[in-house]
């Protein structure tokens, strides 16, 4: 899914699941409103000194922008399904509210208020 797109594409998928305005993206990054905009216009590529910046902010690694394929922060032995591996993005994608509140619904359907050990 993500791999096929381009990093602007990413970029912006990233924005709008963290309801981040292109005014605040530009601010946060340090460019002017119109750089963002010609980018996405354009499907032009922000450049490299910017990349890492711009994962900061959208609170991915350099990796994802880049590829659309996660690092495995952790080194794990499970074998996980596709519907597993989605919902992995899709939490990864949200916001630290949205993915407390999506934790908060696991914790409820599984029953248990216990949190989940890492």
Not at 3 to 32: D, H, Y
Not at 44 to 58: K, N, R
Request: with cysteine; net charge neutral; hydrophobic share 40%.
């Amino acid at each position: 899914m993500a791999e096929s797109m381009k990093i602007i594409e990413r970029v912006e998928m990233l924005m709008q699941n963290k309801q981040i305005t292109q005014a605040e993206f530009s601010r946060r990054i340090g460019v002017p409103v119109s750089r963002v905009a010609n980018w996405r216009r354009k499907g032009s590529t922000p450049s490299a000194d910017l990349i890492p910046l711009i994962a900061q902010v959208l609170d991915v690694d350099t990796h994802f922008i880049l590829t659309g394929d996660q690092i495995s922060q952790k080194s794990t032995n499970y074998d996980l399904s596709v519907d597993e591996v989605e919902l992995v993005e899709g939490y990864r994608c949200l916001d630290k509210v949205w993915q407390k509140v999506a934790l908060g619904n696991v914790y409820e359907l599984v029953g248990t208020t216990a949190k989940i050990k890492e």
